[in-house]
């Protein structure tokens, strides 16, 4: 099985091609620059170099979620283009879990992403399982739920905001890797992407942004009590 996985859920792009779980080729970067213009070329670019074409790919793998709210936008849209056009096979990967797959040491793993305000999206793993589910939570929630295990921590993600507080927290249990140590490397979405089951309605695949945009928090509170995603979409 023939395999295009990206992930544009933060800051990094990162594009990868396996065969079945063995990755051949992975485009990364970490520059802050627009997805919508970056990502197609990024996809064409390592295809081409790979001497593959879109005709042979046999599923597409994309980062769902939590992240920055646009980025996953265009990796959905783009992977349901893809997934359509191709006729192939849609997987969609927690962002979160893609982190946390990379980390090969013992205790618990926490890849967690800056949500400002104190607040973070994070999830808590531990031997390959999801213990905490990824949310949107405030850090101290997560802080106290980690304070009830004794294990080693393995933080990871936007780390460099909360790393004083995590060392004051944990102390020599904290184990912080650093932004740039906790980039994509492109296999762990694609492991992830194996193991999972694709789509199985291309059309109502969406992102797993974990919170409510702006817009429908704006939309909610212009109408109380219409907690109703379809009159929020058809309105805007």
């Given amino acids: ?36 213009i970056q990502l197609l070329p990024a996809i064409q670019a390592t295809i081409a170099a790979q001497n593959w074409t879109l005709a042979d790919i046999d599923r597409i793998i994309v980062a769902q979620g939590p992240g920055s709210f646009t980025g996953l936008r265009i990796g959905a849209t783009v992977a349901k283009v893809l997934a359509d056009t191709l006729k192939v096979d849609l997987v969609g990967v927690s962002s979160l879990a893609v982190l946390a797959q990379q980390v090969t040491a013992k205790g618990l793993i926490v890849p967690l992403f800056n949500a400002r305000n104190d607040n973070v999206f994070a999830g808590v793993y531990h031997n390959g399982k ?36 995590m060392t004051e927290t944990f102390g020599e249990r904290a184990h912080i890797l650093t932004p740039s140590e906790s980039l ?53």
């Fill in 1 to 36: 099985m023939k395999i295009l996985a990206f992930d544009t859920s933060n800051q990094p792009l990162t594009v990868s091609l396996a065969e079945d779980n063995n990755v051949l080729r992975v485009f990364s970067t970490n520059e802050a620059r627009n997805h919508s």
């Fill in 130 to 165: 999801n213990v905490l589910a990824d949310a949107h939570q405030p850090i101290a929630h997560l802080f106290n739920w980690l304070q009830t295990y004794d294990e080693p921590i393995i933080f990871l993600g936007d780390t460099d905001v909360f790393a004083t507080h």
């Fill in 184 to 236: 994509p490397d492109g296999q762990g979405i694609v492991s992830l992407g194996m193991q999972a089951t694709p789509v199985s309605s291309i059309d109502d695949f969406n992102p797993q942004y974990l919170r409510k945009t702006q817009a429908e928090l704006n939309w909610l509170a212009a109408h109380p009590g219409e907690d109703n995603p379809e009159n929020y979409v058809f309105e805007v």
